[in-house]
């Protein structure tokens, strides 16, 4: 059972356009959503990060939604550049559990196209 | 501030050997630790995490095992590797009770041949 899903396995974007990567979630208890972003034979790192109290957070060219009552949120990347390029992870947490990991998606490769 | 190592970067090995993946954290005390693979061309699997030494809880069931013998170390272990094995192991830590702060290490990447 996925309690965090990211539908698209790819998405391709021509370079200075807006990259839009989607999660949704199952789980009601998760109040805090994060995104990281993977190169090839590196660790993911973390990239940004959203409360439950919150609807939008951004920073810099990247800035994630939430709409709680779908359980959707995205990642918009505005303009996409070349270095943008690699996979996108969506995790999801419900703090108060304190130590239980975080629940991730399969990811989404971007490609940034210049 | 806080760093995270694993070694080997890479490693081959043949089928039937035995595995052995360190991790350490610097930086910090009594931080939740985690392994993860990701097999090509899928996402991240969860495979073993741990609130303190000698505390580890596995996710899927399989060939591989874990253990914390200090603090800020964490051993991913096989007795005979498996073909399926290969893949890409990731360590990540995360501050106690706050699983939400995740970092990851650089990974290994591992081929069973």
């Known amino acids: 059972d996925q309690q965090v899903k990211q539908n698209s396995p790819s998405l391709s974007v021509q370079e200075g356009r807006i990259s839009i990567l989607n999660c949704d979630y199952t789980n009601s208890m998760f109040d805090y959503f994060l995104w990281y972003k993977k190169y090839p034979a590196e660790g993911p790192t973390f990239l940004i990060s959203?409360?439950?109290?919150?609807d939008k957070n951004e920073d810099g060219r990247f800035t994630v939604f939430l709409n709680k009552s779908a359980k959707h949120l995205s990642l918009h990347i505005v303009p996409s550049q070349p270095g943008d390029s690699a996979v996108y992870f969506c995790?999801?947490?419900?703090?108060?559990?304190?130590?239980?990991?975080?629940?991730f998606g399969k990811g989404t490769r971007l490609s940034v196209i210049a | 501030s806080q760093t995270i190592h694993q070694w080997p970067a890479t490693l081959v090995q043949p089928v039937g050997s035995p595995l052995s993946l360190e991790c350490t954290v610097e930086g910090t005390s009594n931080p939740n630790l985690y392994w993860y693979r990701q097999a090509a061309g899928r996402g991240l699997q969860l495979l073993f995490y741990s609130v303190g030494i000698g505390q580890i809880s596995s996710e899927v069931p399989q060939n591989l095992s874990a253990s914390r013998p200090q603090d800020r170390q964490f051993i991913l272990s096989s007795k005979k590797l498996l073909l399926s094995d290969s893949g890409f192991y990731l360590c990540?830590?995360?501050?106690?009770?706050?699983?939400?702060?995740?970092?990851f290490g650089p990974g290994t990447r591992l081929t069973v041949t």
């Open positions: 995790a999801a947490s419900a703090r108060v559990s304190g130590n239980t990991p975080l629940v």
């Open positions: 959203i409360s439950s109290i919150k």
């Open positions: 990540a830590w995360s501050p106690a009770n706050r699983a939400y702060e995740q970092y």
